[in-house]
């Protein structure tokens, strides 16, 4: 066993010269028999690290997989390269899972996937208990990690795997995970003596873009019409009613799309989920129930309608798109009524007090987040312990600096505000008063529009107000009231904004314009545009024929480097990224009559 062989096998079966970041040395470590903990951001080839070594080894290697539409998402890629590949789980009848465990104790499979409930069954830790198990690849290895945001226990129980299977290498991999949940996979897993790699979490490919959430709908509107008028996406929503809400707005306006929710039938969200990935241009509006399965590359805009709970689970959502390195988009939404209402989940949650006091910063973290001036990048990378040396050019903060004012003397007078009516009121009251509003009938009858800085701030209007308080809450200058009603009191670290010993910024709303160009624009020369709809038009029609997903014939990245080089013998596709021996044999007669046709 070598990397000589690894090499071999990734460029037969995937059709890739070389390997990328730390992908060779993880190999390698595992071919070796070691064990590794790897943190590589989604679309960096996490997958090749594990199914790599599975070919080279003897044996089969078993892979954890959280979620069944994932697992049978990448058994049918591996399937379409002609990899002996198959999993168990409960959409199997009886003679579907006596065949996948016939195939395994014959030795035929290499890749064998599986829930972490399923394996820790003791019928199948029993029957792996018979065969020859080149590695166990854990998956999405964060779900261990009660700190994180996709807890599953049954993850924290695959720490019997190397009492049970001692001398069998070990893999956790993972896209998302600070230095706590790190540390707690190491712990959990037993991987403390493991090599760990831990790649950049950069996604350069993606745009950040984030605003106010005022006629949200019409700028989701105006964002997809724009930027991504054609293309396949993503689009979060806290509730399910706005899912539905924001889909048939979509449809309304000619757009297709599709509705994924955790009170629909299991059937429907996997007839949705199917065509998400069948067909074209699709946008799926979804809760956060929908995602972790999708291995879609070419997912080109990710947009939030509200704020996600904290920045992992955004980095997460948002790591979605671009899974194939070409340009995409992630758009958010927010207000400050998603904060009260992520606080409320949050007070109303069973956790402990620790945790819900954890959640709680990681939502200010994020609100924090969201109300920046500098680079959007420099600052998430900096949340998962990367410093990034200069800015990116490819947020909107970059792009279009914001306009910031000072706003110091302001804060003061809106923490007065919040000290002077007894720190129990929400921001809608307070900005009621500052503005010498008596609107709110509690104004007149908590006699507050006889304080003195009633009416003081009426020369600025309410949603600047709004934004301000937003700020200080995001600084932690001011927290809400633990039971979730949105009503304000002051922190002690306010106590230098008070004396005005700390200048406060404060960001002004942009003023919406059209984008100057189109965003996640696939990179092609426009010469080569008409080439590479007739060729991807050629993947729809074989995809649909093979019933699998376009990209799984191949993905955009592969047809951009046919359009552009323009190969016209057989032996020459082995040039071509992404064509492997099974995919030359499978289509590449066809793609290669495209394009001699259109030379001709």
Request: charged content about 25%; proline content about 4%; aromatic content about 8%.
């Amino acid at each position: 066993m070598s990397v000589d062989a690894a090499l071999e096998q990734l460029k037969k079966v995937f059709g890739y010269a070389e390997f990328r970041h730390a992908q060779k040395e993880i190999v390698d470590t595992l071919i070796q028999g070691e064990d590794c903990l790897v943190l590589m951001p989604t679309g960096g080839g996490k997958s090749l690290c594990y199914q790599i070594p599975a070919l080279v080894r003897s044996g089969t290697a078993v892979v954890v997989s959280p979620l069944i539409a994932l697992m049978q998402d990448q058994v049918e890629a591996l399937q379409q390269l002609g990899v002996s590949v198959g999993f168990l789980n409960s959409t199997q009848d009886h003679e579907q899972r006596w065949q996948v465990t016939n195939q395994l104790t014959s030795g035929e499979l290499k890749l064998l996937y599986l829930s972490p409930e399923r394996l820790l069954m003791p019928e199948t830790l029993e029957l792996l208990g018979q065969v020859d198990v080149s590695l166990f690849a854990i998956d999405e290895a964060h779900c261990v990690s009660q700190w994180g945001h996709d807890f599953r226990k049954e993850y924290q129980q695959l720490d019997c795997l190397p009492t049970i299977f001692p001398n069998i290498p070990r893999v956790a991999l993972t896209a998302t995970a600070d230095q706590r949940v790190r540390k707690e996979i190491s712990v959990q897993l037993q991987l403390e003596n493991a090599q760990h790699f831990v790649h950049s979490f950069d996604r350069p490919n993606i745009s950040y873009h984030v605003v106010d959430a005022n006629d949200a709908r019409q700028q989701l509107w105006r964002f997809l019409s724009t930027q991504h008028p054609n293309d396949a996406g993503i689009v979060y929503c806290l509730s399910r009613n706005r899912t539905e809400q924001i889909a048939d707005y979509l449809n309304e306006k000619g757009r297709t799309a599709l509705v994924y929710h955790a009170g629909m039938t299991d059937e429907a969200r996997n007839t949705n989920q199917r065509r998400f990935l069948l067909e074209d241009g699709i946008v799926m509006v979804a809760t956060i129930a929908f995602g972790m399965g999708i291995d879609k590359p070419d997912v080109r805009f990710v947009a939030h309608m509200n704020l996600p709970k904290n920045l992992e689970a955004y980095y997460q959502e948002t790591g979605r798109a671009g899974r194939d390195g070409l340009p995409a988009t992630a758009w958010m939404a927010y207000s400050l009524k998603d904060v009260m209402t992520l606080n409320t989940f949050v007070e109303e949650s069973d956790a402990g007090q620790q945790h819900k006091l954890l959640m709680q910063h990681k939502l200010r973290t994020m609100l924090g987040w969201c109300e920046l001036t500098t680079c959007r990048r420099v600052a998430l990378l900096k949340y998962f312990d990367e410093e990034m040396p200069q800015s990116c050019g490819n947020c909107d903060n970059c792009l279009a600096p914001p306009e910031v004012i000072d706003s110091t003397e302001n804060a003061r007078r809106a923490l007065s505000c919040v000290y002077r009516t007894g720190q129990r009121y929400g921001v809608s009251y307070l900005v009621e008063v500052l503005r010498g509003s008596t609107a709110d009938s509690r104004v007149k009858q908590n006699g507050h529009d006889r304080l003195e800085l009633f009416g003081t701030g009426d020369a600025i209007s309410a949603r600047e107000w709004r934004d301000l308080f937003r700020q200080l809450i995001a600084s932690g200058y001011l927290v809400m009231d633990e039971e979730g009603h949105g009503g304000l009191r002051m922190d002690e670290s306010c106590r230098p904004v008070l004396r005005g010993e700390v200048e406060i910024l404060q960001r002004r709303p942009r003023k919406t314009a059209k984008p100057e160009k189109k965003g996640g624009k696939l990179l092609i020369d426009e010469s080569d545009q008409p080439l590479f709809e007739a060729l991807r038009s050629l993947r729809t029609r074989l995809a649909k024929e093979a019933g699998i997903p376009p990209y799984v014939v191949f993905p955009d990245t592969t047809l951009i480097a046919l359009a552009t080089h323009k190969p016209t013998e057989y032996q020459s596709l082995t040039s071509i990224t992404g064509i492997g021996q099974t995919k030359q044999e499978r289509y590449g007669e066809a793609f290669i009559g495209v394009i001699r046709q259109f030379i001709q």
